[in-house]
């Protein structure tokens, strides 16, 4: 897998997104949501690779040919939740009307003090939940993330938090397995996305929406050496103030056969991809994964 999609210039400059956010603090959300139009127009007539790839997954999704107004939607909820972070970093999460559904069965498996990886995706925003751990301290999440893709936003965002930093591990460096393990080792959760494949990582193909999609082994490789369950996590963008949370365990441990490792991690991958579908299906615009990974790569801009 190339990784061109991390050395692109990024389209959301650092200058317009410190803009948006002193009036989104200032004005207050609803104010500065109208600014969000002209820039979803913008890009719905000027990042024709992402619009591209924008129709061709709401075909899919929708099973009819996308209008121009179903992209601009979709380019609308995405800008929605990355405009929502504005809040939820500067620890106004309240203000968000957030349904928690699948917590119990969170809460137990962190009652077992064993850590656990917190698989989540491009579907909506991790954010969400992820502000709750950091105001509220009840749980301890941190995220491997790949800064660099969006600098001049991480930049712009984490700066109201900055403590957020303290969450945030770097995959590729050798450090990462130790920092990862550490965490667990305290009972804590780790984040990490598992629908994109990164730099030299083994990916699965798996059938997603009626075409293949290659999927990262990693997470639960990691799940498996570290012996952790992994629990899904789909955090979803209704409209409005509303966001849903939803978790479901996926697996309690991982035990592989190296001779066998690949055909022993397909049933989880497939589980994995089985339950995004079901989410993509039931909020058809949270799918915010602007890149093809057929033919290289190309770059998730944010539109803010």
Known sequence: MSTRWLGQPERGSRRLIRLLTWITLRLGRSVARWFLYPICLYFLFFSGGTQRISREYLQRILKRPPGWKDVFRHFHAFASTIHDRVYLLSGRHRYFDIRME?????????????????????????????????????????????????????????????????????????????????????????????????????????????????????????????????????????????????????????????????????PWVERYVSRLEHYCRLYPYNWFNFYDNSDGALPSHSPV
């Open 102 to 266: 699948g917590a119990s069965a969170l809460q137990a498996v962190l009652a077992q003090k064993r850590g656990c990886i917190l698989l989540g995706s491009h579907l909506g925003s991790f954010e969400v939940l992820r502000a709750h751990g950091l105001f509220d301290q009840k749980l301890p999440i941190t995220v491997i993330m790949h800064e660099a893709a969006a600098s001049n936003l991480n930049a712009v965002l984490h700066s109201l938090h900055p403590e957020i930093r303290e969450r945030i591990i770097p995959p590729g460096t050798p450090d990462t397995m130790l920092a990862v393990k550490e965490r667990l080792d305290r009972g804590e959760m780790v984040g990490i996305l598992g629908d994109r494949v990164f730099g030299d990582e083994k990916g699965m193909t798996c059938d997603f929406l009626g075409k293949p999609r290659s999927f990262p082994e990693g997470p639960f490789l990691l799940a498996a050496l570290l012996q952790v369950p992994i629990v899904l996590f789909f955090g979803l963008y209704q409209g409005g103030r509303q966001y849903a949370i939803h978790f479901e365990p996926l697996v309690d441990s991982i035990h592989l056969d190296r001779a066998q490792r690949t055909e022993m991690l397909r």
